[in-house]
Each structure stands twice: as structure tokens, then as C-alpha cells.
């Protein structure tokens, strides 16, 4: 099991910067991946960026070169710097782990998601 909670989001101008933090706690060293999404109201969820255990990263082509994200393993923590904000950003903002457990000769891959929070940009 793994527990995810996300703090960070809030009312910025465009252009604007925030900060997004993901707190993982349980069986960490079952997480393979950590990954930001987001859903704006009407729209499904998509994916902003993820960071594998090696390092490598993916960005959506909507944030690339504006948004970075990182783990720090010491702290259990991944974040998603985001600068140059824009108003199409605005969306609720999710965290997921994604979890590798090897057993009885096979490997099982689980996602878990946290709660969610607001980023809001205004123009």
C-alpha cells in the first residue's frame, strides 16, 4: 500500500510560478514511477509528467520547458515545479505512484492516485 498527498496548488497570475509537492508514504520502495496529472472541470485527466526510478522523465508537449519534475528519495517527495503559468494550466492537479511488486515468479504493476489539488491561473 501507498499513500499519496499532494500540497502546493493555488491562485496565481499568468506567467507565475508554483511549486507542487507529492508525499509518499507506505511501501515506497515499491514505486517504480511518480507522476503528475491533471483534469480540468470537462475534460478527462491527462498526464503532465512522470520521473522514472532511473531518472528519465516524459512532459506532456503542453509544458514542456515550462514545467520540471523531481524526486527527492531521502524525503519520500516528488515535485512539479511550474513556471511560465498559463490559464489553460488551471485543473486539479493529481499525483500518482506507479508500484512493482514481484511475486510468486511474476511481476504486478498497481497505481495509486492522492487526492488532488487546485491550481488556478488567472489571466
Known amino acids: 500500500q501507498v499513500q499519496l498527498v499532494e500540497s502546493g496548488g493555488g491562485l496565481v497570475q499568468a506567467g507565475g510560478s508554483l511549486r507542487l509537492s507529492c508525499v509518499a508514504s507506505?511501501?515506497?520502495?515499491?514505486?517504480?514511477?511518480m507522476g503528475w496529472y491533471r483534469q480540468a472541470p470537462g475534460k478527462q485527466r491527462e498526464l503532465v509528467a512522470v520521473i522514472f526510478s532511473g531518472g528519465s522523465t516524459n512532459y506532456a508537449d503542453s509544458v514542456k520547458g515550462r514545467f520540471t519534475i523531481s524526486r527527492d528519495n531521502a524525503k519520500n517527495t516528488a515535485y512539479l515545479q511550474m513556471n511560465s503559468l498559463k490559464p489553460e494550466d488551471t485543473a486539479v492537479y493529481y499525483c500518482n505512484a506507479h508500484t512493482i511488486i514481484k511475486r510468486t515468479g511474476r511481476t504486478i504493476g498497481y497505481d495509486y492516485w492522492g487526492q488532488g489539488t487546485q491550481v488556478t491561473v488567472s489571466s
Open positions: 507506505g511501501n515506497i520502495f515499491s514505486i517504480n514511477a
